[in-house]
């Protein structure tokens, strides 16, 4: 087998770890997702969840205005948070898990933009703010309490 140097070997362990937290083979922390730069996560995330609530609100997030990277960093966002909640759906999606999540740079531009799609799809209770920021300065208080 011929050497192909550290960039092809770096690719090969990406794949590897795309694929892990996409079939959710383990709970890995927003850390360490976030740490390993996965490229194209998104896409592969999205292919093999098969969830059609995520594809309903990834098509919405891709209906919005402005340039296409807010929308992946949202879409990989969501993908992370479902992940490192134990590899639920979509459909189990918390504001409360969005909102610690956001609290974890760089989560804050990804569900900040995905947030106000899931509170249109009512994934949230109509009494959660329609934004992050809104939910987070609400009276100051506590995530859990902002969200239970």
Not at 4 to 30: D, F, K
Not at 37 to 64: G, K, N, W, Y
């Given at each position: 087998m011929r050497?192909?140097?550290?960039?092809?070997?770096?690719?090969?362990?990406?794949?590897?770890?795309?694929?892990?937290?996409?079939?959710?083979?383990?709970?890995?922390?927003?850390a360490a997702v976030n740490a390993t730069?996965?490229?194209?996560?998104?896409?592969?995330?999205?292919?093999?969840?098969?969830?059609?609530?995520?594809?309903?609100?990834?098509?919405?997030?891709?209906?919005?205005?402005?340039t296409t990277d807010p929308r992946e960093i949202a879409?990989?966002?969501v993908g992370t948070v479902l992940v490192v909640s134990g590899g639920i759906d979509l459909t189990d999606l918390t504001a409360e898990a969005v909102l610690l999540y956001a609290e974890q740079p760089p989560g804050y531009t990804g569900a900040a933009t995905v947030?106000?799609?899931?509170?249109?799809?009512?994934?949230?209770?109509s009494w959660v703010p329609s934004t992050p920021h809104g939910a987070r300065i609400r009276e100051q208080q506590s995530i859990e309490d902002v969200v239970l």
């Open positions: 050497y192909r140097g550290p960039r092809h070997g770096h690719a090969r362990i990406n794949a590897a770890a795309v694929q892990t937290y996409s079939l959710q083979v383990n709970q890995p922390t927003a730069r996965l490229i194209r996560f998104a896409d592969r995330f999205r292919r093999i969840a098969d969830d059609p609530v995520l594809e309903d609100s990834c098509q919405r997030l891709e209906q919005q205005p402005g879409v990989g966002s947030w106000p799609i899931l509170h249109t799809m009512g994934q949230f209770p």
